[in-house]
């Protein structure tokens, strides 16, 4: 009998070029690189500097997303960059990738988005695949059970030339999330409050399976979520095994395989689980049904509280410079924070459910006065769709803008900012001094949260203005 | 003058302090300077916020007025160096300045993967011999990569570690694509060997 195995260590056998020695790690065959504007020009001037090509032009997709503008182009097409050097960037990925065949999804494509929204709407990313971005959120293609990692720009070069990644073999992580959630708590509460839980180091060198009847009950949207986070706990990937909502998902989707391949696709599929009687090098548990709408309140994603709770009233020198930064008093509450801006968006949560979940709120409502709302759906996809159902109306009647897709108020590289000591409630992955604009103050939410403190003003607990209140 | 020459694995150089712990890549090369599209140049911007004003004028009280670009190759720098976001920008606006070895006592994983992946030597030592340093600016130091020696005149010489497969490459002269290159047969069986559907175009 085969020795039992983790999901994990099947995708890693598939795709092992060369086995780690004493003195080298693995070479690993990569399905999919995903690229986009920001980490691959270095990449792509490594090639030309050693004369190389690159190696598998179709197993390459690439996008615009971090540096471009989420404000509508003026009359004439035109697009109003940040900087020249971002639309320098930008200009750049075009050449490279006519020059190299590698198909790019610019402003003229109908399927342009922030890079790990766009994979899985075009169904690139895939069960059982190898995939890697420059980017530290590309763990969201996890959530399909692909082994996703985030990479730098030497990688990024690597990969181009080669179509492998070095890798060492990470450590296994399982988190078991057993229970039904409760009214109000949505993904994005349940990995704040799992990273809160293990802390920003404790998936370091880890790859993460989520698994567990929370898990199961979630849809594809929602596990993405969960999977994007991975990294803010330190681990290297994070991965949901697929399954019958998966394959739902992605039948039908353009770069899915159809036919014949699409029967032999999910019969393979069905093989990629952890077998019983597999270990984990770790494995942690988490009660869903205990876990409330979650909030940050400090300076790295794992310092979490449940937006009903208390700030920690602690002495450390980490709490310390997290509280002065924040402006806040250990001990108190968060909820109730005069809130300047409110960011809906992000790799992290602006799918159709997170724009829905958002519109459910601000329905027949009105953004609080002084209070900023940016909704930024994560793709052309995403926009269609949620214009389709009249999602954006919502938004612009409650007197939210409504912006074009990207990576926007996440990491601010486009302009996106808001203003030093400005408190933002924000749907996206980190809070980091500085990181959506120098002197801003960010609290991570779900958008549920974040709507529900768009409409007050005030951080405030979504489960306040759910049907049936608090 | 340092003479680091990739050859004989040796850099001989005097040192440069910033006696501050916790220096995040943040600091090294703050997010607005990350639009660039070729590693070069990214000296004149690294530790941005502590060389200039807001209004770009030259801080006066920066400590890296002191920084002598022909003799100080070597950074010596508080613990908990390069903690933060992964951008490889890091290293490359350490190497664009000037500086071809960093000394700290601990360094952030993703920070000490970065820079040796781009030839920038990360130096961890033990908290006596970095404070020693600390205390001593302009410090003539001999490294020894090959060996995993620091030489200090005048105090020692110190073991530093330095993962195997980094030493592989730097013993054999051959960077890390290098390596994967010369596996390139490897690569074209393992490609042969497995069924590839073929993908579909988008519609």
Known sequence: MPQASTLF?????????????????????????????????????????????????????????????????????????????????????????????????????????????MGPEMGA?????TIV??????????????????????????VLATQCLLQSKPKTLGIRIEGELQRGVTAKD???????????????????????????????ESRMTVCNMSIECGARAGLVAPDEITFGYLEGRPMAPSGDDWARAVADWRTLRTDPGASFDRLVEI?????????????????????????????????RNALEY???????????????????????????SDLRAAASLLQGRKVAAGTRVLVVPGSEATRRAAEAEGLDGIFTAAGAEWREPGCSMCLGMNGDTANPGDLVVSTSNRNFKGRQGPGVRTILASPLTAAASAITGRVTDPRELLEGGA | MSTHESNSGIIESR????????????????????????????????????????????????????????????LVAGSNFGCGSSREHAPWALLDFGFEAVISSRFADIFRSNALKNGLLPVTVDDAVADYLLDHPDQAVR?????????????????????????????RGIDQLDFILENTEAIESFEDGREQPPRREPG
């Open chain 1, 9 to 117: 260590e099947k995708i890693w056998q598939r795709h092992v070029v060369r086995e780690e020695s004493a003195d080298t790690p693995a070479i690993l065959y990569i399905d999919l690189q995903l690229l986009h504007e920001v980490t691959s020009p270095q990449a792509f001037g490594e090639l030309d500097r050693r004369g190389l090509k690159v190696r598998r032009p179709n197993r390459c997709l690439a996008t615009i997303d971090h540096s471009t503008p989420t404000t509508p182009p003026d009359a004439d097409g035109g697009r109003h960059y940040f900087t020249e050097q971002a639309k320098a960037q930008v200009d750049l990925l075009h050449v490279n990738c006519a020059r190299h065949g590698i198909e790019l999804h610019s402003w003229d494509s109908p399927n342009r988005g922030i890079v790990h929204v």
């Open chain 1, 125 to 129: 990313t895939q069960p059982g695949m």
């Open chain 1, 133 to 158: 971005c420059g980017d530290s959120h590309t763990a969201t293609h996890g959530a399909f059970g692909a082994l996703a990692f985030g990479i730098g720009t030497t990688e990024v070069g690597h």
């Open chain 1, 190 to 220: 349940v990995i704040l409050h799992v990273i809160g839980a293990i802390g920003v180091g404790g998936g370091t060198g880890s790859v993460i399976e989520y698994f567990g009847s929370t898990i199961r009950a979630m849809d594809m």
């Open chain 1, 287 to 319: 009660d869903a049904t205990k876990i409330r709408p979650s909030v940050t309140w400090g300076i790295h994603p794992g310092m979490v509280i449940a937006v009903d709770g208390r700030i920690p009233d602690r002495t450390d020198s980490a709490t």
């Open chain 1, 326 to 352: 924040m402006q806040l008093r250990g001990g108190a509450t968060l909820a109730g924070e005069p809130v300047d801006v409110v960011f809906i968006g992000s790799c992290t949560n602006s799918r159709l």
């Open chain 2, 15 to 74: 040192t440069f302090n910033l006696p501050v712990d916790n220096i995040d890549t943040d600091q090294i090369i703050p997010a607005q300077f990350l639009t660039t599209t070729t590693r070069d140049g990214l000296g004149q911007h690294c530790f941005h916020s502590w060389r200039f004003n807001e209004d770009g004028s030259a801080k006066s009280s920066s400590p890296l007025r002191r920084h002598d670009p022909q003799t100080q190759a070597v």
């Open chain 2, 143 to 171: 490294i020894d990569i090959r060996n995993h020696r620091l030489g200090i005149e005048g105090y020692g010489e110190f073991d530093f570690p330095l993962d195997p497969f980094s030493a592989y490459c730097l013993t």
